[in-house]
């Protein structure tokens, strides 16, 4: 794109105001997860000195560890789950025949219109019924399959051209290793924007691992956060701020290390 | 020996209609198989139930003599090059032409041994290591022949795998392929829409339109002797001349589309079958120039075309049929001219008006053809 230099100027400064206003609150946040208690309270903006105590505070308070641990053991769960299950389907839809494919595929893909929330309660009476509440399964169970997934997956597969098959067909390799060889390999950057896009939705999980668990041993780090804020009548902003910062890193650490996959992934899915 | 052999087979996708009706053929071991039609005639479909990618609604299919209608592709020892290349891009040059090895339990060393040799004769070795987005249309074709001759498979399907391919590059490698099959001892059959690559490639050929055989031979019986005037029209560049004729005066005299008057001597009227009316069709170069004495009809030029080595004159007026001449050297005519002719009814064939289909080849051409081989 090619761009007057006064055309460039607005545009950049148009993109950075609005990556301030964006950033601001994680940017509140960092800083009050840095001060005193006195400082957060008369609601300043830069800490007045830099502290580590809320940190502390936050892991002495809490077995933060533990829950990072849970999230990303959950989270892993989730995303390998995905990964496999949507891309099997993805492939049956894409390469075999089957009498009712499009309709079988049309109702799957309706189901994303179904809330999670509206399916919570069959979901939570089938993982008691189970017997997996307080367990990792039972937290990842409900999220291994997803139309979201499946749909991404059959756009890219859709685009290998349907010859490969038939001469992998002729070469004398089956489906399996064909879908192994040569669908995920070709599909490897959407599968990996997908898989980024599972691990960080199950990593800010909130509603089901609320539900599902009772206990510290799996709990994950985004209920641990509402238990920082909770436990006391007087919240203490600077070590609930702390706690998030600790909790956003991984989302940040992931999303800058794919961050070009991802885009790269999701455009590939909206081209045709 | 028969390599396929087909009986009686037919093809129908909806159930309904059939793309492919009633196809006997056989083809022989070490043979180049052309299956030439205009598209949409069922050229793939049937390449592709040889393949076993399609079933086949009925009928007998056979690979050395053996039933093989519901045998897997892979079973059927056979390879193919698809029109597209089907390389895998995430995979090298190396990678694509060993593709499938490692499932014929092939040993490394004898995969090695092939590789080499195969890059070699194909023209390859400094190529292994691209991936195929790096490689030009000619190359990609290269690699698509490289893996189907690895295979080592005796019965080679071809479907129109140089339609991508530049003019130039496209005479080239129909000369590499036909070299490669004859070298390898390869059954091939090949599949195109261009008659000249049917021509210049094939032993044999057959036309195809509309689902049924039209003929089968050798590419200069199909140049000769057209099984009908679809044959006729699609075989040869350019078409043969094709006009409706009648015989009148007792049989003396043989009229061509109401204009053009044939004197019939002793010698055509033992050739000429009896029919009272028929359709002829004359190739291109069998109307000759002529002196203005010597001149047995004239004609209106409605185009030129000049090659440089032949000139190509279309001409109007005989009916509504274009007519075409194709004479030899440099002629300076112009569209609206009217042009002396030589037209001899030695070289009319002459097909059933009703149906099309050959009553009688020319007497002519064919035995000057024949002595000429
Ligand atoms: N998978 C298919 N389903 C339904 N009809 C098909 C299919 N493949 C081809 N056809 C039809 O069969 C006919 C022959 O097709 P094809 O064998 O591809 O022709 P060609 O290769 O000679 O151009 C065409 O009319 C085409 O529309
Ligand atoms: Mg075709």
């Not at chain 1, 059959?154 to 390799?173: C, D, M, N, V, Y």
């Not at chain 2, 006997?24 to 043979?31: M, P, V």
Request: aromatic share 8%.
């Amino acid at each position: 794109m090619r761009l007057a230099l006064s055309n460039k100027i607005i545009l950049y400064l148009l993109l950075t105001l609005s990556a301030v206003i964006l950033f601001l609150p994680i940017l509140f946040a960092f800083f009050m997860s840095f001060m005193g208690s006195q400082d957060a309270l008369l609601g300043k903006i830069l800490p007045s000195h830099w502290t580590l105590e809320n940190y502390e505070e936050a892991f002495r308070r809490l077995p933060l560890l533990r829950f990072l641990f849970n999230s990303v053991l959950i989270s892993l769960m989730i995303m390998i789950g995905q990964l496999i299950f949507s891309s099997l389907a993805a492939y049956a839809f894409v390469f075999l025949k089957f009498k009712g494919r499009e309709t079988l595929f049309f109702l799957f893909v309706a189901t994303m219109m179904i809330p999670f929330e509206a399916s919570i309660i069959p979901n939570f009476q089938t993982i008691k019924a189970l017997n997996l509440i307080d367990t990792y399964p039972g937290l990842a169970l409900p999220f291994l399959a997803t139309a979201f997934g499946t749909f991404l997956l059959r756009q890219t597969f859709k685009q290998i051209p349907i010859e490969l098959r038939e001469a992998s067909e002729i070469a004398g390799k089956g489906h399996f290793k064909f879908y192994l060889t040569v669908v995920l390999p070709i599909a490897k950057s959407s599968l990996v924007t997908l898989g980024i896009y599972s691990f960080l939705s199950a990593w800010n999980m909130y509603l089901w691992p609320l539900l599902s668990t009772t206990n510290d041993q799996v709990r994950t780090v985004q209920i641990g956060l509402k238990e920082l804020q909770s436990q006391e009548q007087v919240n203490q902003w600077g070590v609930v701020m702390a706690g998030a910062m600790v909790v956003a890193i991984p989302t940040l650490i992931l999303l800058f290390i794919g961050q070009k996959k991802l885009q790269k992934g999701l455009a590939e899915g909206a081209l045709k | 020996m028969k390599q396929v052999e087909m009986i009686d087979i037919s093809k129908s996708y909806d159930k309904q209609t059939n793309v492919l009706n009633d196809i006997n053929l056989s083809i022989n071991k070490g043979e180049f198989f052309v299956l030439v039609g205009p598209s949409g005639c069922g050229k793939s479909t049937l390449l592709r139930m040889v393949a076993g990618l399609e079933e086949i609604t009925s009928g007998l299919l056979t690979i050395n003599g053996e039933p093989a209608n519901h045998l897997p592709p892979k079973e059927r020892k056979l390879s193919m090059v698809f029109q597209n290349y089907a390389l895998y891009p995430h995979l090298t040059v190396e990678q694509n032409i060993l593709f499938g090895l490692d499932v014929k339990k092939v040993n490394k060393e004898e995969r090695k041994r092939r590789l080499k040799e195969t890059a070699e004769m194909i023209g390859l070795t400094d190529l292994l290591k691209r991936k195929p987005k790096e490689l030009s249309g000619g190359q990609r074709q290269r690699v698509a022949l490289a893996r189907s001759v690895v295979s080592r498979a005796p019965l080679c399907l071809m479907d129109e795998p140089l339609s991508n391919l530049d003019a130039k590059l496209r005479a080239q490698m129909r000369i590499e392929i036909r070299r490669l099959q004859r070298q390898l001892g390869l059954t091939m059959i090949y599949v195109t829409h261009d008659q000249v690559e049917a021509m210049t490639m094939g032993d044999r050929i057959m036309v195809l339109n509309e689902g049924k055989v039209q003929q089968v031979g050798k590419p200069i019986t199909l140049y000769n002797e057209p099984a009908n005037t679809f044959v006729a029209s699609f075989i040869g560049s350019p078409k043969m001349n094709l006009g409706q004729a009648e015989l009148l005066a007792e049989g003396k005299q043989l009229i061509v589309e109401d204009k053009l008057q044939f004197q019939l001597s002793a010698q055509d009227r033992i050739h000429l079958p009896p029919h009272q009316k028929t359709t002829i069709g004359i190739r291109a170069e069998h109307l000759y120039p002529a002196a203005n004495h010597e001149a047995t009809h004239h004609l209106e030029v409605a185009g030129v075309e000049h090659l440089g080595n032949e000139t190509l004159i279309v001409f109007e007026g005989i009916g509504d049929q274009l007519w075409s001449a194709k004479w030899s050297g440099q002629w300076m005519v112009s569209p609206g001219d009217v042009v002396p002719v030589s037209i001899s009814v030695e070289n009319f064939c002459f097909f059933d008006a009703e149906n099309g289909r050959l009553i009688k080849p020319a007497y002519k051409g064919q035995s000057q053809e024949v002595v000429a081989q």
